[in-house]
């Protein structure tokens, strides 16, 4: 069993997919933090009644979560660990301003870079 896990993770993503399995990936909802995601849950995998989603949760992600476990989950609350990061470092620039603290230089510099 984990003789082809190493393989599988340097795999890369099909093209519908946010990570290749066994990849990291960023859940934006609470609790949040990081997952691994499994695979793509498809009507005929689903644990639920595929009544259960709408056309807009596709496509669903199987997500093991730290607290929640093994999960099937919409994927708009999933984004790459990269983008979070980007996201994070722009709304902590935000933050700052609306708090009247000047902003560091090095976290302009991040966010400029994150543009290019």
Known sequence: MYKNMEKDILNQPA???????GGLI??????GGVCIYMGIVTK????????FWTEQDEPVYL???????LIE???YYY???????KYSRRRWRYEMEQAGYEVPEWLQKEIENDNS
């Not at 093209?15 to 399995?21: T, V």
């Not at 960023?26 to 609790?31: I, T, V």
């Not at 984004?79 to 990061?85: I, Q, S, V």
């Open 15 to 21: 093209e519908n997919e946010i990570a290749p399995n």
């Open 26 to 31: 960023w859940q934006s909802r609470m609790p």
């Open 44 to 51: 005929e995998t689903t644990k639920h009644n595929p009544a």
């Open 63 to 69: 997500i093991l979560h730290p607290i929640e476990g």
């Open 73 to 75: 989950d919409p994927s």
């Open 79 to 85: 984004t790459t660990l990269e983008e979070a990061e």
